[in-house]
């Protein structure tokens, strides 16, 4: 089969197109087709091997996963002999985490970790939401526990999790403010949110507006600062790092760890948010997406042969929402 593979650490250029073995499942597993794929920050952090640090967990020399890309969506070609509940034909989407594999033709993914593609979604789109729809989920959901009438701000609302947690704010009844550039005002505005703030004219942080439920997902701002923007009592779940400009030991870990530091010790609740995909929050954005509150915004779409240009475009940060592959 063809798929993306990486042998070194750098940029985009040591991203290459090769045919190699195509995967059997095990008995657990199931063999996808796949149609499309979609690009994650995660993506290029792993093909640089940045921050440094994660390094220790990614490979210290190269990446252990020789072939790029995790979130997919495609139909299922073959089964293990333990699957129950998924059959050949199926549409399906998921997220293969830190096995990585999505940039190929076919991928081999447990069967626990795919889902029913939504049937109102293209492949494009419904391989755009397991790993950015599921951190939007559980930031918001499970670690915000946004309820309705919360005020809900959105630090990186034009991104790839940033256009999903708009919509899914709303979702759970909250008012939502989303932060973005001038550019995607009119993107954010149209995902459903209640207000707009343009960085490049306002800041946030000495707004008046305070909120219940601060977001973050750049990893641009101190802990002093986005906590200025959180009612007494409110939560800040700290998710940046998804757009941060690289090349560090750290990275955005620094403000994670400072974080879960400072967090005894303050009224406010801070949560340094780790997203888990699993089938059921696979399920909750499928009913979500089939009942029409939850569509992905699609930037941009490139060949398999193009995943080099494609990450290059998402790590010059200049894409906004998602951008995916068509296989």
Known sequence: M??????????PETLTLADVDAPV???????????????????????????RMARLALGRTRPRARIRGRDFAG???????????????DAVFGDLGDANGAFAEYVCVPATMVAPKPANLTPQQAAALPLAGVTA?????????????????????SGGVGTLA??????????????C???????VRSLGADHVVDYTRDDFTHDARRHDVVFDLVGNRSLTALRRALTPTGTLVLSGGGVYGGGSLLGPVWLL??????APFVKHRIVALTATPSRQHLDTLRTHAESGHLTPAIDRSYPLHEVPQAIRYLEGEHARSKVVITI
């Open 166 to 179: 708009v919509q899914l704010a709303k979702v759970l009844g909250a008012t939502v403010t989303g932060v």
């Open 75 to 89: 139909r299922v070609e073959a089964v293990g002999s333990d699957v129950q509940g998924v059959r050949p034909g």
């Open 2 to 11: 063809k798929a993306i593979v990486q042998d070194r650490y750098g940029p």
């Open 181 to 187: 550039s001038t550019r995607n005002v009119d993107l």
């Open 25 to 51: 499942p095990a008995a657990d597993e199931v063999l996808v087709r796949v149609e499309a794929a979609a690009l994650n920050a995660y993506d290029w952090h792993v093909m640089r091997g940045d921050p």
């Open 137 to 157: 989920l559980m930031g918001l959901r499970d670690v915000g526990q946004v309820q309705p009438g919360h005020r809900v701000l959105i630090n990186g609302a």
């Open 257 to 262: 760890a400072r974080g879960r530091l400072l």
